[in-house]
């Protein structure tokens, strides 16, 4: 039975790892975040507040259109599934879509000043 589990698990994280480099798939946004606000998977899960295996469940959910009329709706199914935070998966949605929207130069950018942000603490 553990090892069914087990398996599972890493069945999920190897579907993920793919799917990161899918714009429209929520492992983009999560692999994104992490790069843009300079954190580890470990600290996205713990402000998710979920299990390792449902923030692998949810990284292989379509991601919501924040302009879409069922966002919120779409949104808490997500996180509903994903024993998510629907507070805390909102706001890392919108602040990767936002950041996406500056464009390559503004992502650079933000990216140098994340990295002097996390240097001076």
Do not use: W
Request: glycine share 4%; charged share 35%; hydrophobic share 30%.
């Amino acid at each position: 039975m553990e090892e069914t589990m087990k398996e599972n698990l890493e069945l999920l994280i190897h579907m993920a790892r793919k799917l990161e480099s899918e714009g429209e798939f929520i492992a983009s946004a999560l692999k994104k975040y992490q790069e843009y606000e300079n954190v580890s998977e470990q600290e996205v899960r713990s402000r998710l507040n979920c299990s390792k295996e449902d923030y692998y469940k949810l990284t292989l959910c379509k991601t919501p259109d924040i302009e879409g009329n069922d966002f919120v709706s779409r949104l808490h199914k997500i996180s509903q599934y994903s024993n998510t935070s629907i507070e805390e998966l909102n706001r890392i949605i919108k602040r990767v879509a936002s950041i996406e929207r500056l464009g390559e130069s503004g992502q650079q950018k933000y990216l140098m000043a994340a990295r002097d942000k996390h240097k001076k603490k």
